[in-house]
């Protein structure tokens, strides 16, 4: 019986989404009073992460990001952003102070030099797929989150 148990143990992992209409990588863990990090679910292929988070206070803000008492997370992993402020704005990762990139190479979030938390937002043009790639605020453009040295009333993507 012993060895059904240990089998059980590292099979079931997940139990019930945290909030599953906002995120399907956050979960209650199955046997533990933790919050477990599974992106999409799938703790198998992409791996798992039990979080140092307050399970009775954790919420979900978007698919990778979530916050309990103390502190904010994004892919399981604390982030120092200013906790009292953090919000994530259409997918865009700020607080009263920054604006973040999720940046592929590290666990934590890096700050967007120059940009106004305010009113950095993605330039949408409507006209091509490289949108994702192109953001504004209120007095400079970025290209994949760098600012970009450029006259800000006469500057027009071409292509």
Known sequence: MEGAWIVKYYVIRLGEAVDKEVSKSYYFHALKNKIAYAPMGNWFELGYAELDADPTSFKVLAEEFGKDKNSIFWKGVKQPVDFSSFYVDENIPKDNQHVYTKNSTTDLLTI???????????????????????????????????????????????N
């Open 112 to 158: 967007i030099k120059g940009a106004d938390p305010a009113t950095y937002k993605r330039f949408d043009t409507g006209v091509d797929t490289w949108d994702r790639y192109w953001f504004r605020d209120y007095k400079h453009y970025f290209y994949e989150d760098t600012k970009l040295e450029v006259d800000y009333q006469s500057f027009e993507r071409i």
